[in-house]
C-alpha cells in the first residue's frame, strides 16, 4: 500500500538555524498538508498547499516559515531560522481526489521530531 | 469557533470492554469527522469517519455515534484489545473546498488492559 514518508525521523539543530523537513507524498495525491504536534498538546494545521500554491495556512505559519514542491514529487517545510518553541513532531498529509469514501482523506507520514536546543 | 474538544484525556479498560471516547464540536459548517489512531513513533492513521446525514456507522468493533443536534460524536471500541492501545483523536473538517485542514481534539491514550 503506498504511503507518505518523511525525512529525517529526527532532526537536531541550534536556535538561529534554519532547517529542512521532506516529505514525499503519495503519487498521485494532490493536496498537501503540513501539520505539527508539540510533545502532550493536540495536532495543529499549519498550512495546505495545492496547485503549486499556498491554499491556507495558520497563524502559526510565520514569514519563519515556506512550503515548496521542487521536483513534483517532494513537499518540504522549511523553517528559516528556528527557535525553541518549534520544537514539535512535524507531519506531512497527502490526500487525492479519487471518488468513492475515502476521497480527499489525508494519509499521515511518521512525522519528523525537530527539536530545537 | 474552530475547537473540537475531546474527552477523557485518558482510559484504561479491561480486555473485552468497551472503550468510548466523545468528542464535541463547535463550528456547523464541519461536515466530515474521522478518528485517528496513532500508536508510539507512527503518525496517525485514519480508523474510521462519518459525514452528518448518518447517526452511526460501523466497521469491525469500531462505531461513531454522531448527533448533529448536539454537535457531538464518539468512538465506541467494543471487545476492546490490548493491541487497541494507542492515542486515539478525534477530528473535523469542512468537507469541499482547496484546503480541508483537520482541526484536532487533544487525543485520548487508551490502555487496554490484558
Known amino acids: 500500500e503506498p504511503e507518505v514518508t518523511q525525512t529525517p525521523s529526527h532532526q537536531v539543530t541550534q536556535m538561529g538555524q534554519e532547517v529542512i523537513l521532506r516529505c514525499v507524498p503519495i503519487?498521485?495525491?494532490?493536496?498537501f498538508y503540513w501539520y505539527r504536534q508539540i510533545l502532550g498538546q493536540k495536532v495543529e494545521f499549519l498550512v495546505s498547499?495545492?496547485?503549486?500554491?499556498?491554499?491556507?495556512k495558520s497563524e502559526i505559519f510565520d514569514d519563519q516559515f515556506s512550503v515548496e514542491r521542487p521536483d513534483g514529487s517532494n513537499f518540504t517545510l522549511k523553517i528559516r531560522s528556528t527557535k525553541l518553541e518549534d520544537s514539535a513532531m512535524y507531519f506531512c498529509?497527502?490526500?487525492?481526489?479519487?471518488?468513492?469514501?475515502?476521497?480527499?482523506?489525508?494519509?499521515f507520514g511518521p512525522g519528523t521530531r525537530l527539536t530545537v536546543t | 469557533q474552530q475547537q473540537v474538544k475531546q474527552s477523557p484525556q485518558s482510559l484504561i479498560v479491561q480486555k473485552g470492554g468497551i472503550s468510548i471516547i466523545n468528542c464535541a464540536y463547535e463550528?456547523?459548517?464541519?461536515?466530515?469527522f474521522p478518528w485517528y489512531q496513532q500508536f508510539p513513533g507512527k503518525g496517525p492513521a485514519l480508523l474510521i469517519a462519518?459525514?452528518?446525514d448518518v447517526s452511526e456507522k460501523k466497521e469491525g468493533r469500531f462505531t461513531i455515534s454522531f448527533n448533529k443536534s448536539a454537535k457531538q460524536f464518539s468512538l465506541h471500541i467494543m471487545d476492546s484489545q490490548p493491541g487497541d492501545s494507542a492515542t486515539y483523536f478525534c477530528?473535523?473538517?469542512?468537507?469541499?473546498?482547496?484546503?480541508?485542514?483537520?482541526?484536532w481534539g487533544l487525543g485520548t491514550s487508551l490502555a487496554v488492559n490484558p
Open positions: 498529509a497527502s490526500s487525492g481526489v479519487s471518488g468513492g469514501p475515502r476521497a480527499y482523506e489525508q494519509y
Open positions: 503519487s498521485n495525491h494532490l493536496y
Open positions: 498547499f495545492y496547485n503549486n500554491e499556498i491554499s491556507e
Open positions: 463550528n456547523t459548517a464541519f461536515d466530515y
Open positions: 462519518i459525514r452528518p
Open positions: 477530528a473535523a473538517r469542512r468537507d469541499a473546498g482547496n484546503n480541508r485542514k483537520l482541526i
